[in-house]
């Protein structure tokens, strides 16, 4: 299983961003799906998660602003990302969690990063 975010760029502040996070492979179930975020010399946050059932929470930092959203069908999780300040600015994680099964019929539950995407906003 391999995720692939893309959708980071530069914006002034004020702007919005969409960015997208796919997974791919040999997929049974997803169950939460998750975007972090980590600005240079600090610690990775949890900015957003929403569960298989559609269930969401936020960081209290972005919360009114971003929104969170999934496509099932298409293993696909979305941040939406409006008025963005620029201590907005950081690497954007994507990561999920799910289930797969092996050709013999093992079941693997797992967990993957997506490789990031750079968000730059300008004041």
């Known amino acids: 299983v391999q995720l692939q975010a893309s959708g980071g760029g530069w914006v002034q502040a004020g702007g919005s961003l969409r960015l997208s996070c796919a997974a791919r492979g040999s997929i049974s179930r997803i169950n939460t799906m998750e975007w972090y975020r980590q600005a240079p010399g600090k610690q990775r946050d949890l900015v957003a998660a929403?569960?298989?059932?559609?269930?969401?929470s936020y960081a209290d930092s972005i919360k009114g602003r971003f929104a969170i959203s999934r496509d099932n069908a298409e293993n696909t999780v979305y941040l939406q990302m409006n008025s963005l300040k620029p201590e907005d600015t950081a690497v954007y994680l994507c990561?999920?969690?799910?289930?797969?099964?092996?050709?013999?019929?093992?079941?693997?539950?797992?967990?993957?990063w997506g490789q990031g995407t750079q968000v730059t906003v300008s004041s």
């Open positions: 990561s999920a969690d799910g289930l797969s099964f092996t050709d013999s019929g093992e079941p693997i539950a797992w967990r993957h």
């Open positions: 929403i569960t298989n059932g559609g269930s969401t």
